[in-house]
């Protein structure tokens, strides 16, 4: 049982992860195209992803809440409920979107105010924003459908939609800045043009794989939709705590100047790398438990995690060593100029023990998602936030620091105050 299970946990948690570290992969592209052409430039394209990133992860309870969801719709074997769940999740993407774009103009003036971008940058980041903008609608759509399938315990179809998207922006981004010398524009455009690329072939995947299921009328969950909401609210409040974690972490690296905030955008590439494969298994326990909860099978829910965490641990061991070993071979990818590489190196330390505290809450967020617990996702993320702001401004006065010593109390917080819950509610939570 346990080897079937393991091979489960790979089947789904092997295709996350390639496509997962395809992200960074992209983000690597950008940064180091900026990054070579000026710290400004490198400064700009880290703020104005950044703000993308506030926006689309606040929306993130798109693909999570759908992916626990249909899991456990899946489980229990409701064709009805699983295209409920799909059509009431792509319209309310699509719903956001619009509202987005409507209200690009404050959104912008809002994140350049918030995340105190340096006035040499505002034009950059004005430019890239006012075109990635328009990608809205084929970006939360995505999030729906890639939650979908995973649900649906379907890791290749999002494999193939991801590296499409990822190979079809790092070719745009290289000819619109290399050859077309577009600068921040092209990479918002490239960005813009492999969004709905992805799009596209995600609906000709679902037209020629998933056509009947999600064009079934005979769903009776309607009573269910309450349910829908207070999931994805509890999951947007989670995910606007963790976006101004981050957003204040940027914010803090523009107030201390341009050299700062160059090295920390550099740091943060790491972290992604870091992050995005540790959530392949985090995204393979969504699934898992999902399915075996809505089967109603606690002991395999039980062992789904055990083994979610095993793996996970693993894999963030790896990190551990390929940042120590490498980190300062890896830091000139991005940039080559002396100053950064000089800030980058002194923050090596970070990036070596980040992987061991940051798995916990990683692997507990895929746990909880494929319960829908979402309640208590909000309250802890809630809780942590408040600590690592305090914590921040506790010690700024005495460090340069502060702001890496809160990230990694914030990431630690997060995870085990997640553990006491699982000890203390499992039971209910898997029987709900």
Not at 41 to 68: D, P
Request: aromatic share 14%; with cysteine; net charge positive.
């Amino acid at each position: 049982m346990m080897s079937r299970l393991n091979r489960e946990i790979l089947n789904l948690a092997t295709p996350n992860i390639i496509s997962n570290i395809s992200v960074p992969l992209l983000s690597t592209v950008d940064t180091a195209l900026m990054g070579h052409l000026s710290p400004v430039h490198l400064g700009a394209v880290g703020l104005s992803s950044m703000i993308f990133n506030f926006i689309y992860w606040n929306f993130g309870f798109l693909r999570m809440g759908t992916t626990g969801m249909t899991a456990q719709a899946y489980g229990k074997g409701g064709v009805g409920e699983i295209t409920w769940v799909f059509s009431r999740s792509v319209g309310l993407s699509l719903l956001i979107a619009i509202v987005l774009i409507l209200a690009q103009v404050p959104i912008l003036k809002a994140a350049i105010s918030l995340l105190n971008v340096p006035p040499d940058q505002v034009e950059l980041v004005s430019a890239y924003f006012s075109v990635r903008i328009w990608a809205a609608p084929a970006s939360l759509a995505l999030f729906s459908v890639i939650g979908w399938m995973f649900g649906m315990q379907n890791a290749l179809y999002p494999l193939f939609i991801t590296l499409l998207i990822n190979v079809c922006n790092i070719a745009l981004s290289f000819y619109m800045v290399l050859g077309l010398d577009m600068g921040i524009r092209g990479v918002a455009i490239a960005t813009l043009v492999a969004q709905y690329a992805g799009l596209l072939f995600a609906g000709l995947l679902i037209i020629w794989r998933y056509r009947q299921i999600v064009v079934d009328t005979s769903s009776r969950a309607a009573g269910r939709l309450a349910d829908f909401f207070k999931v994805n609210i509890d999951l947007f409040i989670r995910t606007l705590c963790l976006t101004i974690a981050f957003a204040f972490f940027y914010s803090q690296s523009a107030s201390a100047g341009e050299l700062v905030l160059a090295a920390n955008v550099i740091l943060m590439q790491f972290i992604n790398w870091m992050s995005y494969g540790i959530d392949g298994f985090a995204f393979a326990s969504e699934s898992l438990v999902g399915k075996y909860a809505g089967a109603r099978q606690p002991t395999m829910v039980r062992k789904v995690v055990t083994r979610s965490f095993t793996w996970g641990l693993g894999v963030a061991i790896f990190y551990a060593i390929l940042f120590g070993i490498g980190g300062q071979s890896l830091f000139r990818i991005y940039t080559d100029d002396p100053e950064v590489l000089s800030l980058t190196r002194k923050t090596l330390g970070w990036l070596i023990v980040l992987p061991l505290i940051a798995v916990w809450c990683y692997i507990w967020d895929g746990v909880f998602i494929g319960l829908t617990a979402s309640g208590w996702m909000r309250n802890t993320m809630v809780a942590a936030l408040a600590i690592y702001i305090a914590v921040f401004l506790l010690m700024a006065p005495f460090t340069t620091f502060a702001v890496w010593y809160a990230l990694m109390l914030f990431l630690g917080i997060r995870g085990l105050l997640l553990a006491v819950v699982w000890w203390s509610r499992s039971d209910a939570m898997i029987a709900s």
